[in-house]
């Protein structure tokens, strides 16, 4: 891709980003749009109607405002610890990427553009390649390339300091947040799964004989799970909701092993009351390892053949090879405007498009694939997707060119970073244009809400009026945190590559950072509690760009014949892997549980207040399944959530 | 190496034997040799004089009769179930080596030798190689070979099958074992390491404090540890044992997170009193840490460096290189029975001699790296002997032919199955050698005990009587299990290339049974109580063998031109690691830790019990530094544990 071309896709991008903008900031001030720009508020009856005025029909950048003078404190009490960890991932790539782009624009780039290895005419830049920005550029073997060098190991441990103070920032903050929660059923709750059937007693007898044994001082009551068959009858599920006096008392049957038998009386945190996903406890033991081995399978066979559509992308960016296939279309690809668009701007939408499929796809497979709660479902998908996106997006688009394809990685692994070093920076302008149509447009299209509005107005012409439903959504994470460290694995790996790349994707962030605080005052509810569980996974995913930039680094020096840096940057990786496996000490337990520091100390604190005794006793009804139950209590139970998400029917406030 | 070298080997080796059993069974009956062989009853004053008869100076088999009636709840009596799990790890291996030998030795051996690819000329058997009876001599693409597909597939079937149920029976075993057992101190206590210090707060006031906030109801006491550092002087350890009233109450400060910050507050399991390794108190956590990392890498770099010893053994059995290297030596060399001792005896003995440096070494290195109980650490050289064997013994032998020798097998994994095909098989007289060296003669010396034997007369010239202190040795784990397995692993991969080894790896077993029966019973006297910890470790690396066999046999038919064979063989490797994860999941967890279900039965059963008070009162006194306490208890301690071992200090009989 030249740089013409590449200034096309961003001229297109920036021009739909501006439309997107303006109409935007128009429509939303329109009370017929409310509960498409502004659910949340709608829900929570906080909107109010100003009547006609002239300034509803200019554009104007009032939300702006609003959503950057949000507090953090406003926004744990709006959006809960989630929303909070949601936009500290974007605060933490914006601090993470002005320093890149510090090191990069004002040191890296003219060091690569005075080089002279590429032999470059300056005067006929638009139609060259952006190589003259790159490391490409600089000589063989120049002592130049030490300054790249020292940039990867000041650059490491800037990113290591930061992942180090957010992680335990978010530590602290997931305390404090414990310990300012209202007592949850959750809390005092553990799913039992597994229960053994003695002949000559019923499940619940079993249950209730096992933990009165046991847990004589803390048991309360529990509740067999059922669910009704195919023939509409109830049925002998083996798992039950298990009620304890207090929180320390639940963890403690939640820590050990409960039976002798590993495979019985297996404990499990139990979700909150409406995160449970019922469908899920009809399977059986063996059911479910097949529907995981399956998944496993399944998710593995769609990562491998989405290189299909990779491959027509990338064949796109060679406009010669499209010449040779579609001879036909030769006089239309020579001219300059269509041949730009072809190679800049469609390569990375029709990506896009594709990639807009798969997070459904992969969160109807972790719903087989064996989670009991609709939250740790999306936590799983959003896993599988950074997978995805990673090898798809990175690996897939970088490795296209060379004759083997991944598996061979895996077979060769010595030949890795050679492999790398050669693919990574030829794809750099076309990874330019991926963040300005993967991230830019996508930032505000998330914005405008296109698809939505337009299926909106075609409901209101055709039914004539609103449906009643008014749907508050939440954040889809398995979508957004698996494009923002997308974005963020190309901001590390090119940094010191081609640090051309950078602007555009501090663009991206600082877009990011209104948009979606916006987004959080007005459209998206939380609807499960996570207490931050995010974050982990963004600071494991860092961890892998970082050390994937330090194979690539060892690559390039040896390409760049200075095996010495090459050499001397072996310790790296190493040092960061150690850096990680410290924080996974320090910090991992404190977001998987809870201490018994923790646990005793909020116990205490609430044994005294009278009000604990209504909440337990309400406790033994929290668990039912939603089919089961009268309609009239199921409606209830929506009201509830939409009215005040923070204040569902999972929690009871004492 | 040729026949006729191996049948020297051999020779020579069942000669040593012969003589070493005849001498035994001579010189054990002489009272002056008590203290050698019969160290254990003398120390249980059980032994009985019988005065002088001529009967004495006889060779007898008593001990043989006495060893084979030998019950196994005797055993579990007077060895613990420690010495149970060992004596069953040679049973287990007999059961898998009979059904080995016979499809081997019945259909496979025949199957090969009735082959033609090597085109060996019958009537000069003595001088050609073994290959003969090995699969290399069944034609390339026979369908012969279909015979060996299926042999492989019932033998995974049956090691398998065999695994399970050993698994199984040993789970029941440690559970019983559990429920019979008397109070010990180490079940009531948990170790607490990383204490935090509060200023103007007493290490002592602080775990007081911590424990009677958090566990109030279980909490008895504490006891800080203490260590004189360099200027005699008793210092600040920041780690204790802490007391409680039940099993149950140390479990659940055992299993659930304690402090609020994970790296405060661990708690581990504690090591029986006099099992504690205390010189390890005395290193910081920083010290720990690099300790640990340093044994690492000093474990790797033994095993690599070990190389050069292997090279010098694999470059004897090539005669003719000896002679390039030495041509002075040439005629001698050319002597027939120095050629055949060379190549076939001295390879295996020289292997042998170098490998006999290894576990104390690897003892010291586990004893640095951080773990706080001597039996812990033995378990850890255990573990580490284990990959150490493999890696030298089977891989180091199998590619010194090879150009490349294991770096790159891990950087070019997908060469691995034909690269072992083709090395494995070349190697089997070798191994067949081995076998006989380092299994049949290390054992009878096991039992005549020479270098022991030799000091005891020497000091007894010298210093004209015998020393006072009698030592009662304990199995040493960490140098028999990695024995056994390495010749499990040698019986498993080799069961289908070159059955001839498996006569050699049986007799090795029946010896071994009958001789460690011996043993138990009149020398080895448990010290510490692993209660079968050893028997996952043989399991898995059962399993290790399995897959490298299967990953052998792919190679194998793909190199005798059988292809659908190789195919067809892939879902073994597999099925066996799911069959391996099922019983991670079902087995492992009852060798780790007890389950409440066990715990509270337990803490039940004894609770009305009037002698646990007094059980409890002792406890706070159990862990104390034998270096801290008074001469007079130091040596009641050694007493107590010479006179009945299973009657030790740690535990208090009630």
Known sequence: MILSALLTSVGINLGICFLFFTLYSILRKQPINARLYAPRLVAERKLKDTGFNLERLLPSAGWVKRAWELSEDDLLE?????????????????????????????????????????????????????????????????????????????????????????????????????????????????LVRSIPT???????????????????????????????????????????????????????????????????????????????????????????????????????????????????????????QLERYFPFLKNIL??????????????????????SFIPPIMKTMSSIQGYISTSEIQKSACSKMIRFTTWNVFFANVLSGSALYGFDLILEPKKVPLLLAQGVPAQATFFISYVVTSGWTSLSSELFQLMALVFSYIKRIFSGKESDDLVVPSIPYEKEIPKILSLGLLGITY????????????????????????????????????????????????????VLMHIIAMGIFVLKELPLASTLSAPLPVLTLLFNEYCRQRFLPIFTTFATECLVAKDKKEQDNPRMAEFLDKLVDAYKDPALKPKVNDNNNDDNRLTSPLLRSGEIRV
């Not at 063989?140 to 180090?164: D, E, K, M, P, Q």
């Not at 051309?500 to 509690?529: D, H, S, T």
């Open 495 to 546: 940094f010191f590559l081609a640090p051309l790349i950078l602007p555009f994707i501090l663009v991206y962030f600082c877009m990011g950072y209104l948009i979606f605080r916006n987004q959080l005052l007005n459209v998206y509810a939380p609807k499960f509690e996570m207490s931050g569980k995010y974050w982990p996974i963004v600071h494991n995913s860092t961890i892998f760009s970082l």
């Open 78 to 190: 709006s959006s809960g610890l989630d929303g909070v960890v949601f936009m500290r991932i974007i605060t933490f790539s914006l601090k993470v990427f002005s320093i890149a782009a510090l090191i990069g624009m004002a040191i890296l780039l003219p060091v690569n553009f005075t080089g002279s290895q590429l032999k470059i005419d300056i005067s006929d830049l638009p139609n060259k390649s952006l190589d003259a920005f790159s490391i490409s550029n600089v000589n063989n073997g120049s002592n130049r390339l030490w300054i790249h060098f020292c940039a990867i190991y000041t650059f490491t441990a800037a990113v290591c300091c930061l992942l180090y103070y957010e992680y335990k920032y978010l530590s602290l903050k997931r305390i404090d947040y414990f310990y300012a929660s209202q007592p949850q059923p959750r809390q005092f709750t553990v």
């Open 334 to 355: 020579r001219l300059t405007v269509v041949s730009q668009v072809i190679t800049g701007y469609l390569p990375s939408l029709i990506l896009q498009l594709f990639l």
């Open 198 to 320: 003695v002949s000559g007693q019923r499940l619940d007898e079993s249950v209730e004989h096992f933990f009165r044994e046991y847990h004589p001082s803390t048991y309360i009551s529990h509740t067999i799970v059922r669910r009704t068959n195919k023939l509409q009858q109830l049925t002998e599920v083996p798992a039950a909701f298990v009620y304890f006096k207090s929180r320390f008392g639940a963890a403690i049957a939640l820590h050990m092993q409960q039976g002798i038998n590993p495979t019985k009386w297996i404990t499990e945190e139990a979700p909150e009351p409406d995160d449970v996903y019922w469908p899920f406890f009809s399977t059986s033991y063996l059911g479910r390892w097949i529907c995981k081995l399956g998944m496993l399978v399944g998710t593995f066979l769609l990562t491998v053949l989405f290189f299909l559509p990779v491959l027509v992308v990338q064949s796109l960016t060679h406009l010669e």
